[in-house]
């Protein structure tokens, strides 16, 4: 299996299953963000499930404890690999997602939040009244992240080897953002490519548009798979 989460941003569950044919759930796992979840809900899901795929569900939960902690659990219900919140919710969020998990018998996802956005760089952080380096909030939120007992972040490929010192082997680090060098940034910001991305110590790369924007999906992704070896 390759550390390969292919970004479904679809406006439709057929647009989205017609990739998913297309795609092999040996070579990689599919995330389904609010877009497609928005319009097409659980089915989809399942309908992913069924064909063999593991999915991360990035729903990026950001809300006061008690209604955060409930949507984590109903996300585990519906047998998702993985699940996401923003860390900027706050320890209390973070354990209230991590408690409801704990409690529950049966297989729980990993669970992640979000640091700062990959779309996001110092002048955008400066604008919501954070007048400091992303790579300074991205640390502060991954140790906090980590010591409310979560598996991991969402941060960007260039925070990530700073990361692995600061956090250590076992966490993991997702991480967005990532464009081959033939590819356009888009509204992306703190971007890597996939090698490169690899070789500082992330632990799966989340790539949408490079793979479903391309004439050939399918090669594409293969494409990036062997750009890795
Ligand atoms: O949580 C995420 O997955 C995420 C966090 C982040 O900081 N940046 C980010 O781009 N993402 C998601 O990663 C995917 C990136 O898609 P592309 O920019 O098309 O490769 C999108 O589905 C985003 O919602």
Redo the contacts with the bound molecule.
Sequence with gaps: MSPILV?L?YPDSAAALALADRLDPSQCRL?V?KELFTCAGPAVLEALHKRGFEVFL?L?FHDIPNTASKAVKAAAELGVWMV?VHASGGRRMMEACRGVLEQRTGPNPLLIA?T????MERSDLAEIGLDLDPLDQVRRLAQLTHDSGLDGV?CSAQEVSLLREQLGSAFSL?T???RPLDSDK???RRIVTPPQAMAMGSSYL?????I?QAPDPARALQAIIDSLA
Excluded: C
Aim: hydrophobic share 35%; net charge neutral; aromatic share 0%.
């Design positions: 970004a941003d995330k963000g990035d990026k996401n979000v700062v956005l990959t779309s969402v997702v967005p953002g990532i888009g509204d992306q989340v790539i949408g548009r490079p479903t």
